[in-house]
T-cell receptor, first 114, second 111 residues
Framework: DADVTQTPRNRITKTGKRIMLECSQTKGHDRMYWYRQDPGLGLRLIYYSFDVKDINKGEISDGYSVSRQAQAKFSLSLESAIPNQTALYFC?????????????FGPGTRLTVT | GEDVEQSLFLSVREGDSSVINCTYTDSSSTYLYWYKQEPGAGLQLLTYIFSNMDMKQDQRLTVLLNKKDKHLSLRIADTQTGDSAIYFCAETAGNNRKLIWGLGTSLAVNP
C-alpha cells in the first residue's frame, strides 16, 4: 500500500462549489504539506503543518483552508472554487528528525474547476 | 529573497550522460535536493547533498556542489529512456522549515 494517499485522484467541479481534498499517510511523519503544480510555475506551497496544532500559510494560501485532523490526516479545502484553482495538487510528508527537505509525495489530485 | 533556478528543458540521446544544472541564492542552505517526477506521478526524492560536501555519487547519479558559485548539478550516466522525467532542484530555507523549489527541468531521452 502507498505510504501517502490522496483522495480523490481526479475531480471536476463547478465555480463556487466547496471542495475538500484529503491526504492520509502511514509513514508516521509529523510534518505535512499541500502544494499545487501548474505548468511553467513549478511547485508552490499552499499550507504546511508541523504537528496537529501547528499550521502555517505557504506562499499561496488565499482561497484555501486546511485541517489537520490527526497526525496522519491533512485535508485541503477550497471554500468557493474558481477556475484559476484548476491545477495538480500534491500532499507531502516529512519527518522533523530528518529536517524539512526529505519529503514524500502522494500521487496527486487533478482538479478542474469549470 | 531565496530563489532556485534551473533550465526548463534538456534533450539527450540514450546512452549519453545528462547534466542538469541548478543555481540557488541562499548560502545558508543546509541541504540541497534533487527530486524526480515521472509522468502522471508525484515527486520522489532522488538524492541530496549536505552543504559541506562537494560531491556525492550514487550508482549512475553524481551530484556536484560548488558553494562559492551556488551551483548544483546532477549528472546521470548512461541515460535511459526510463530517466525521462522532470527533475526538480530544491534547497532548504527558513531554518529547515520548508523547501525552495526550482521550476523543474524536463529531460527527454531519445532512442
Amino acid at each position: 500500500d502507498a505510504d501517502v494517499t490522496q483522495t480523490p485522484r481526479n475531480r471536476i467541479t463547478k465555480t463556487g462549489k466547496r471542495i475538500m481534498l484529503e491526504c492520509s499517510q502511514t509513514k508516521g511523519h509529523d510534518r505535512m504539506y499541500w502544494y499545487r503544480q501548474d505548468p511553467g510555475l513549478g511547485l508552490r506551497l499552499i499550507y504546511y503543518s508541523f504537528d496537529v496544532k501547528d499550521i502555517n500559510k505557504g506562499e499561496i494560501s488565499d482561497g484555501y483552508s486546511v485541517s489537520r485532523q490527526a497526525q496522519a490526516k491533512f485535508s485541503l479545502s477550497l471554500e468557493s472554487a474558481i477556475p484559476n484553482q484548476t491545477a495538480l495538487y500534491f500532499c507531502a510528508t516529512s519527518d522533523s528528525r530528518r529536517g524539512g527537505g526529505e519529503q514524500y509525495f502522494g500521487p496527486g489530485t487533478r482538479l478542474t474547476v469549470t | 529573497g531565496e530563489d532556485v533556478e534551473q533550465s526548463l528543458f534538456l534533450s539527450v540521446r540514450e546512452g549519453d550522460s545528462s547534466v542538469i544544472n541548478c543555481t540557488y541564492t541562499d548560502s545558508s542552505s543546509t541541504y540541497l535536493y534533487w527530486y524526480k517526477q515521472e509522468p502522471g506521478a508525484g515527486l520522489q526524492l532522488l538524492t541530496y547533498i549536505f552543504s559541506n560536501m562537494d560531491m556525492k555519487q550514487d550508482q549512475r547519479l553524481t551530484v556536484l556542489l560548488n558553494k562559492k558559485d551556488k551551483h548544483l548539478s546532477l549528472r546521470i550516466a548512461d541515460t535511459q529512456t526510463g530517466d525521462s522525467a522532470i527533475y526538480f532542484c530544491a534547497e532548504t530555507a527558513g531554518n529547515n522549515r520548508k523547501l525552495i523549489w526550482g521550476l523543474g527541468t524536463s529531460l527527454a531521452v531519445n532512442p
